[in-house]
C-alpha cells in the first residue's frame, strides 16, 4: 500500500500564490507518475498537471503558464506552484501517484480563492 499526505492549502486572495507539496510513504517501488487533481463540489474530478517518472510534464488547459509541476522522485515527493490564483480554481486538491501501475489518492488538500 501507498499513502499520499498533501499539505499547502489555503485561503488566497486572487491573484496570488500557493505552493502545494505531497510525499508519499509506504510500498513505494515502481513510480511511474505524479500529479495533481481537483474537485468541486457537484462536479467531477479533474486533472491539473502530472509528471512523470522520465521527466515529462503535462498540464490542464487551465493550468497552462500558470501552474508549475516538479518533483523529487528520489524522495517520492510532487508539488504544484500555482500563481496567478482565480476564484475559479477554488476546489479540493488531490494527489495522485501511480506504482507499480496501480492508482492511489491523497485525503485533498482545500484551496480557496477569493476575488
Known amino acids: 500500500q501507498v499513502q499520499l499526505v498533501e499539505s499547502g492549502g489555503g485561503l488566497v486572495q486572487a491573484g496570488g500564490s500557493l505552493r502545494l507539496s505531497c510525499s508519499a510513504s509506504g510500498s513505494i517501488f515502481g513510480l511511474n507518475r505524479m500529479g495533481w487533481y481537483r474537485q468541486e463540489p457537484g462536479k467531477q474530478r479533474e486533472f491539473v498537471a502530472l509528471r512523470t517518472s522520465t521527466g515529462r510534464t503535462s498540464y490542464a488547459d487551465s493550468a497552462k503558464g500558470r501552474f508549475t509541476i516538479s518533483g523529487d522522485f528520489a524522495k517520492n515527493t510532487v508539488f504544484l506552484q500555482m500563481d496567478s490564483l482565480k476564484p475559479e480554481d477554488t476546489a479540493v486538491y488531490y494527489c495522485?501517484?501511480?506504482?507499480?501501475?496501480?492508482?492511489?489518492w491523497g485525503q485533498g488538500t482545500q484551496v480557496t480563492v477569493s476575488s
Open positions: 495522485h501517484a501511480n506504482y507499480n501501475f496501480l492508482d492511489y
